[in-house]
């Protein structure tokens, strides 16, 4: 059971735009910077978007974060074929002294 | 271009001990936190440790706590994990990743993994 907690799944058609949800806490969301990781099966994951809503370079825009309170959310705009991958949020978390990770939701491109 | 590249992993009997390395170049190795981060077969990411730029803190997964150590050599910009004790639960791709200074514990930086394969 993940800290944080995420869908398993979410889908879209292309061009469609889709939201990814990520809850939490006080101790980790709620007081803490949000990052959100894409893992393409098979290979590393990428830092995605990263104190909750900043894009590193070469990340698309297409892709934002915004956080609210104890719950944050990423969405993807006019979805791509390549962005079937799993997507994973984190956070500090200062109970636990660590970082916390959802259990990942996989993000299919019908 | 950032580069971190992990080795050490293989297969071991429970109770045995491994050392990963992740070797680091492309970044100022001694200016940023380093973690580890391990994936069982199908599951999701697990975050098991993290260090200090500096090497003066360091804090575990409570699934690791007491058995995998966590240090970095900042003259040879190489991370380790000394793990011991291992459970078959252990069984993991293991990733090193970098944590620039700002980011908001942010995992910039990965590397391609090493696995580990804790059995009898």
């Known amino acids: 059971q993940s800290v944080l907690t995420q869908p398993p799944s979410a889908s879209g058609t292309p061009g469609q735009r889709v939201t990814i949800s990520c809850s939490g806490s006080s101790s980790n969301i709620g007081n803490r910077n949000v990052n959100w990781y894409q893992q393409v099966p098979g290979t590393a994951p990428k830092l995605l978007i990263y104190?909750?809503?900043q894009r590193p370079s070469g990340v698309p825009d297409r892709f934002s974060g915004s956080k609210s309170g104890t719950s944050a959310s990423l969405a993807i705009s006019g979805l791509h074929s390549d962005d079937e991958a799993d997507y994973y949020c984190a956070a500090w978390d200062e109970s636990l002294n660590g970082v916390v990770f959802g259990g990942g939701t996989k993000v299919t491109v019908l | 271009q950032v580069y971190l590249v992990e080795s050490g992993g293989g297969v071991v009997q429970p109770e045995r001990s491994l050392r990963l390395s992740c070797a680091a170049s492309?970044?100022?190795?001694?200016?940023?936190?380093m973690h580890w981060v391990r994936q069982a077969p199908g599951k999701g990411l697990e975050w098991v440790a993290v260090i200090w730029y500096d090497g003066s803190d360091k804090y575990y997964a409570d699934s690791v706590k007491g058995r995998f150590t966590i240090s970095r050599d900042n003259s040879r910009n190489i991370l380790f994990l000394q793990m011991n004790s291992l459970r078959v639960e252990d069984t993991a791709l293991y990733y090193c990743?970098?944590?620039?200074?700002?980011?908001?514990?942010?995992?910039?930086?990965w590397g391609q993994g090493t696995l580990v394969t804790v059995s009898s």
């Open positions: 492309g970044f100022t190795f001694s200016n940023d936190a």
């Open positions: 104190k909750n809503n």
């Open positions: 990743a970098r944590d620039p200074s700002g980011s908001g514990w942010a995992f910039a930086s």
